[in-house]
């Protein structure tokens, strides 16, 4: 099975088309000073190739995110905190007007508003179909840099 995956601002899917904003994404860049844990909103736009030999089978697809040091990264889910971990069942079927042979498209979104990271880095969203792991997606929180301007606004440079 072959997946291809992007990062994005927001994914949907209507009518098996995939539809993504802000494609491409890599990184939420935070102000300095901000502490964790830092909140973030990212998407993850999927199309799987299903083989014609897979083809009207139950198939899974997990996605679970884990920080640099490949460990799971935990966020609150209620009351508790577990590991971030995604899953879809689905099944392809093989309509009358497919030739022998011949592999069928899925596309499928996950959005993850409000995703709280705990910490500044790598982290990477796992995606796997049956237990065998087709992709990594890396993400990285990072402190904004840029020029800190003392004093407020006074502290502006004037136009002549």
């Not at 899917?13 to 860049?29: P, S």
């Not at 799971?72 to 497919?98: C, D, K, S, W």
Request: glycine share 10%; hydrophobic share 40%; proline share 10%.
């Amino acid at each position: 099975m072959e997946l291809s995956a992007v990062l994005c601002n927001y994914a949907e899917v209507q009518n098996n088309l995939l539809y993504i904003t802000g494609g491409g994404v890599d990184r939420a860049n935070v102000p300095p000073g901000l502490t964790a844990p830092y909140v973030i909103g990212v998407s993850i736009g999927i199309t799987l190739s299903v083989p014609w030999t897979q083809t009207n089978q139950q198939h899974k697809l997990e996605m679970d995110l884990v920080d640099e040091d490949d460990q799971p990264v935990v966020v609150p889910t209620g009351e508790a905190e577990e590991p971030l971990h995604a899953e879809l069942q689905f099944n392809v079927g093989r309509p009358p007007i497919l030739e022998a042979g011949e592999a069928q498209n899925i596309s499928l979104a996950i959005n993850l508003p409000g995703l709280p990271l705990p910490r500044l880095g790598r982290y990477f969203f796992v995606l796997s179909v049956d237990g065998t792991e087709l992709r990594r997606l890396t993400y990285k929180v990072a402190t904004q840099q840029g020029l800190t301007i003392p004093g407020g606004p006074a502290g502006l440079p004037r136009l002549p």
